[in-house]
């Protein structure tokens, strides 16, 4: 029965030792630290790119905590974006930490609604804040801010324009032309064109037509001029193209077709688009 008693009251002294030692770490609680360790270009196109922020949360406590909530949000050029939260539960064990993903899709048609001065720039500076919210002991509710800057690059599809049509030579049959067409980088990144196919209709009637196989390297802010020779056959396209070939008057034109774009960017992945140039132009002679 002694012995029992003794048991007993080893038990009851380690128990209250536990719980005594419990307060004690309950009664000296710290704030936890966080901070935004990264921040990754995770994808990138010509409508959007992805942004990951890696926040990591420390906890100097001999306690585990637990994460209440994060809210968060994103400037452009100091204007707001978008605001968002996020509820997921998570503990961070004693003397311990954990990271957290938040993961940003920004859609270039957004941006330029929300800032558009942005429009034509290649890049832009962001903002990221948020918060962490914790209930702890003794402390009770906290929020710990955070903020990270930092830049993104704008792209945008290089454009594509009729530049000149030339006169090179001219018989009662035909006629030497040549086609000048501009592409223009708009800003971001440099880019090369490829596979470049292209129609010509001048007052309404095919002209010509082709496919431009090289490379065409544009420089992100700089303009490329290739130049395409072809002819005019009169016989077979009749005198009414004679007449405006030779002619001086302004031509209503539509010059439109299709490329490859592709950079050296490894996150940004080749891809086809069209293009079109409605306007007017005169013949060079």
Known sequence: MKRFIALLTISFFFTGCAELLQ???????????ASVTATKLTGLSFTKADLLFDIKINNPNGIAIDLAGLDYGLKINESSLFSGTKNDP??????GSSTIQIPLSLKYDDIYKTV???????????TFEGGLSFDLPVLGKIRLPLSKTGELPLLKLPKVKLKD??????????????????????GGLDLFVDNLAYGLKIAGKNWVSGKVTDKIAVNSSGEKIVSIPFKLDFLSMGKAVYDIATGDAELNYNFDGDMNISSDHPLLKAANFSFEDLSKIKISK
């Open 165 to 186: 049509i030339s006169m090179k030579n001219l018989s009662w049959s035909g006629a030497s032309m040549q086609l000048d067409i501009a592409v223009k980088g708009s």
């Open 90 to 95: 998570l503990n961070i064990e004693a003397k």
């Open 23 to 33: 307060l004690l770490q309950q009664s000296s609680v710290q704030k936890p630290t």
């Open 116 to 126: 558009k001065s942005l429009t034509g720039k290649g890049k832009s500076s962001y």
